[in-house]
């Protein structure tokens, strides 16, 4: 079973920058699509950013250009790299892992993952 802890969430003011973390265990990270989610208070959650297991990187348009995912796969950690930061982004931010290997399903839709860490919070003032 896959277990993810999300850790570098904070307080920070607009245009400054921040890198969360997804530290895994249980599986294999180069196996696995990866990606980050948010969920802001009264809005569903988000996809903002997954990685595939070659390495390529897809994100939502709101955050594209300022957010950078990346990978370690032997520290089977994900990292979330979030620059100009914006009031807007402010959220709580979620990893995730398609261990079932939902290929049909985009890689930013919520019903592609099927474990989930606890969150990191992001505030940004």
Not at 40 to 52: N, S
């Amino acid at each position: 079973e896959v277990q993810l802890v999300e850790s570098g969430g904070g307080s920070v003011q607009a245009g400054g920058s921040l890198s969360v973390s997804c530290a895994a265990s249980g599986y294999t990270s180069d196996h696995y699509c990866l990606a980050w989610f948010r969920q802001a208070p009264g809005k569903e959650r988000e996809g903002v950013a997954a990685i595939d297991t070659t390495g390529m990187p897809t994100y939502t348009y709101s955050v594209k250009d300022r957010f950078t995912i990346s990978k370690d796969n032997v520290k089977s950690t994900l990292y979330l790299q979030i620059d100009s930061l914006k009031p807007e982004d402010t959220a709580m931010y979620y990893c995730a892992a398609d261990e079932s290997g939902k290929w049909w399903i985009p890689v930013l839709r919520f019903g592609r993952y099927d474990s989930w860490g606890q969150g990191t919070q992001v505030t940004v003032s």
